[in-house]
Every structure is written in structure tokens, then in C-alpha cells.
């Protein structure tokens, strides 16, 4: 496959001491190597936080990494983003730095992390105010909902499935007894199917969402009777 391609390049090209010595050739291998790994929508959001971390720091040496270089690199993103997105922005982008950096000692690059939670601070974050609802509660708010989505909602207390994994459920991966679903978070779990019992519940749910027109293979589709997931399994118009 071509994930196991990029593993296998990736290999070749850090077979050497010292095969990877810039920033830029840590990111090469962490991109065919570990990227690959994850799910769709996770890989396509490390390929271009990567190319953002490479035009600022892709020519340095990792070896000459230290925190106070980390500290700059954060507030200088932070400065560079999208007005009131900033702070996150940079953490997540410092966040991933960190893992790669992570498998940048676990592959002979450097001795000891610069960014340990002793030496380096991600921007303090808000704690969020949100709870999880009752199922009381999901009821009384979908009741003006449209009939698509009353029935995803219920589909997903009941099975607590994922969204992408519900939006790729097929008519044929349902019988009498049992609903079938194919679970595709990483590259590890692609393929891996989940077995639902057929239950007075979840016969309801799946009726519902079959009476909603057009006629389609997927049980939720979208109103030409296709998928709402894209290739990458990202579903913006759901």
C-alpha cells in the first residue's frame, strides 16, 4: 500500500548516524513515516502544519534546537495567525513540533527533548464551559431538527460510533439481525467491522433514516442519493 511505501522510503532515507540532521529532513521522515498512520482528516491537518513549521525552521539544525528557540517559534506564530485564533493555533502547531521531535530521539536524532513540560509552556488555554447533555436533553433539542439528523443523532447515542464511520454505513451492511459498520479512524483500524445487534431501538432509528428520500446505497446520503463523505473522509457539507 502507500502507506507501507512511505515507511519503507522512510527508512532508507534515515538508514545512516546522522542521515537526518535538519529540521526539514526530520519532517520527510515523520511525513512518510508516522503521518501515514493516522486518520485522513488528521493526516491531511499534519501535511500543512508541517509545511508551515518547515518554511520557518526547515534549514536549522534540530541539534541546535533549545526551548528559548521553542518560546520564539510559538509567539511568532501566534503573531502570524488568523486574528483571535492565535494561541491555539500555535499550540497545536508547538503540540505536533513536540511528537516529532518525540520520534526525533526515538530515531538517534537528538539526546534529550528541548521541550519537555519542564523546559517549554504551550499558551494557557480556557477550559472549556461545556458539559456532555442528557439524553432528555438531545431529544428536547432535536425535535425541530430535520429528519436526517433526528435520526443520525439517535443512531449516534445509540451506537456512540464516530461520524465518519456512521456517514459510510451501506444498506447492505444491515440484516434483521445485526448492523455491520467499518471502522477507518488510522491505517490500524481500516477494516476492522463492528457488529450492532438488531434491537427494537436501533430497527427504529435505521427506519427512519431509510424513508428519507432519494433512494440511496448509504443510509445517510445527502439529496442526490450519495455519500456526504469525501475521499478523505471529511464530510463539510453534513
Known amino acids: 500500500s502507500l502507506s507501507e511505501a512511505h515507511i519503507t522510503f522512510a527508512g532508507r532515507i534515515a538508514s545512516y548516524e546522522g542521515a537526518i540532521q535538519t529540521f526539514g529532513q526530520l519532517f520527510d ?3 512518510l513515516e508516522v503521518t501515514p498512520t493516522k486518520a485522513m482528516r488528521t493526516q491531511k491537518d499534519e501535511v500543512k502544519t508541517i509545511s508551515k513549521l518547515r518554511e520557518m525552521i526547515g534549514s536549522n539544525f534540530v541539534s541546535n534546537f533549545q526551548p528559548v528557540h521553542a518560546y520564539q517559534l510559538r509567539d511568532c506564530i501566534k503573531k502570524q495567525s488568523v486574528k483571535g485564533s492565535g494561541e491555539k493555533y500555535a499550540n497545536r502547531c508547538m503540540g505536533l513540533l ?3 521531535l518525540t520520534k526525533g530521539i526515538e530515531w538517534g536524532v537528538i539526546p534529550e527533548h528541548p521541550m519537555t513540560e ?9 477550559k472549556s464551559q461545556l458539559r456532555i ?3 432528555d436533553e438531545v431529544e428536547e433539542a432535536i425535535k425541530l431538527a430535520n ?8 443512531l449516534s447515542c445509540l451506537t456512540g460510533l464516530r461520524v465518519t464511520d456512521i456517514l459510510d454505513i451501506k444498506l447492505f451492511d444491515i440484516t434483521s439481525e445485526k448492523m455491520m459498520v467499518r471502522i477507518g479512524k488510522t491505517a490500524k483500524t ?5 457488529e450492532y445487534e438488531m434491537t ?7 427506519a427512519e433514516a431509510r424513508a428519507i428520500k432519494p433512494l440511496s446505497i448509504y443510509l445517510f446520503h445527502n439529496g442526490r ?3 456526504h463523505l469525501k475521499e478523505d473522509r471529511t464530510f463539510n457539507g453534513f
Open 147 to 154: 429528519p436526517t439528523l433526528k435520526a443520525f443523532v439517535r
Open 200 to 206: 427494537e431501538d436501533l430497527a427504529t432509528v435505521i
Open 133 to 135: 447533555p442528557t439524553f
Open 98 to 100: 513536540k511528537h516529532i
Open 225 to 227: 442519493g450519495q455519500s
Open 190 to 194: 481500516v477494516g476492522k467491522i463492528m
Open 29 to 31: 521522515r515523520y511525513l
Open 118 to 126: 519542564s523546559k517549554f509552556k504551550m499558551f494557557p488555554e480556557a
